[in-house]
């Protein structure tokens, strides 16, 4: 290829934080864990070459427009968001409809750390260590009902903390949605820490969605509502320009957008001499995932 491609990340990527994370210490926590079964298996076998960001990278260089359309926004604003107490809404085609704290929502389960690539749909990306839970397990606990096709969700809309929101940069609030069986995945996260300390305010706190194969958009931050329901819920980004952004938004570096390329993206941290890798199929997670898009065409469902 013509400029210096990196497959792998190597030495020269790690950071202190990262350190903490070496394979050793990541096979110990599973094994603690108690993590098994062929999908989680193959999953964590692809992570083991992935090398994090440092903290500061993950928690400097932000989307979050209900604090600022800026990169830098969110970490100088967010810090204003009440995250405790936070309720959630549970409803539509559920057996268990109501309205839980995040306690309650994730009483009985383990949370998990997951080390994934993140990939913006504006050709950036980073790995990322969030600690969370499968979204299905939270799904499986409020009784997912037989015709229950897609899920909706819904982030926080007040406008006295979150600057962005008095502002018509997009409508608010912002709304994203998975089809069930996205949803049911097991890479599929509902992740409420980074680097084993509590979600920060500008990642999205106290939880968000994490879906590592689709653009980074799909990944809803600060969660107050979580619908079950029978069809494709609205999204915001696709409600805004649905030629740009669709619903399904799965990484694809044979499909471009519009105005710019997406076999590639630039990788956020190690100073001023930015690289660029190649964008993986599915954001490298292929193998876990083609088989929900099996028959689709995946550049009319972009
Ligand atoms: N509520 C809400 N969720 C959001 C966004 C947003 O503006 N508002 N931005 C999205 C986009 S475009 C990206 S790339 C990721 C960024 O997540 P990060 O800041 O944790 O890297 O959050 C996504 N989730
Ligand atoms: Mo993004």
């Keep these: 290829m013509a400029y210096g491609w990196k497959n792998k990340l190597t030495a020269a990527d790690v950071t202190p934080e990262a350190a903490f994370w070496n394979r050793r210490q990541i096979m110990a926590g599973m094994a603690a864990a108690g993590v098994a079964g062929s999908i989680a298996g193959s999953a964590f076998a692809a992570q083991?070459?992935?090398v994090p960001n440092s903290f500061e990278d993950i928690t400097s260089y932000n989307n979050f427009?209900?604090?600022g359309t800026g990169k830098g926004d969110p970490a100088a604003n967010a810090g204003s968001l009440t995250t405790d107490p936070w309720e959630i809404t549970v409803d539509g085609l559920v057996d268990n409809p109501g309205t839980y704290s995040v306690a309650e929502l994730l009483d009985g389960l383990d949370i998990e750390e997951r080390i994934y690539r993140f990939r913006c749909v504006e050709a950036?990306?980073?790995?990322?260590p969030w600690n969370g839970v499968e979204l299905r397990d939270i799904l499986?606990?409020?009784?997912v009902q037989s015709d229950a096709k897609y899920v909706a969700f819904e982030t926080l809309y007040r406008p006295e903390e979150m600057p962005g929101q008095r502002l018509p940069s997009i409508p608010w609030p912002y709304v994203e949605g998975l089809r069930l069986d996205e949803a049911m995945h097991p890479l599929t996260l509902m992740a409420t820490g980074i680097y084993g300390k509590p979600m920060p305010n500008q990642n999205g706190a106290p939880i968000r969605l994490v879906v590592p194969w689709k653009y980074g958009f799909k990944s809803i931050k600060s969660i107050v509502k979580i619908t079950l329901t029978?069809?494709?819920p609205p999204t915001s980004w696709n409600t805004i320009n649905a030629r740009e952004y669709g619903f399904y938004s799965n990484v694809n570096p044979d499909v471009d957008h519009p105005r710019w390329s997406q076999a590639s993206h630039r990788v956020i941290g190690g100073g001023l001499f930015q690289k660029r890798e190649p964008t993986l199929m599915f954001n490298g997670y292929e193998e876990e995932v083609a088989s929900l898009y099996a028959g689709m065409d995946l550049r009319k469902d972009f």
């Design 124 to 128: 950036w990306a980073m790995v990322v």
């Design 230 to 232: 029978d069809r494709e």
């Design 140 to 143: 499986q606990k409020a009784g």
């Design 65 to 67: 427009y209900e604090f």
């Design 48 to 50: 083991d070459a992935l």
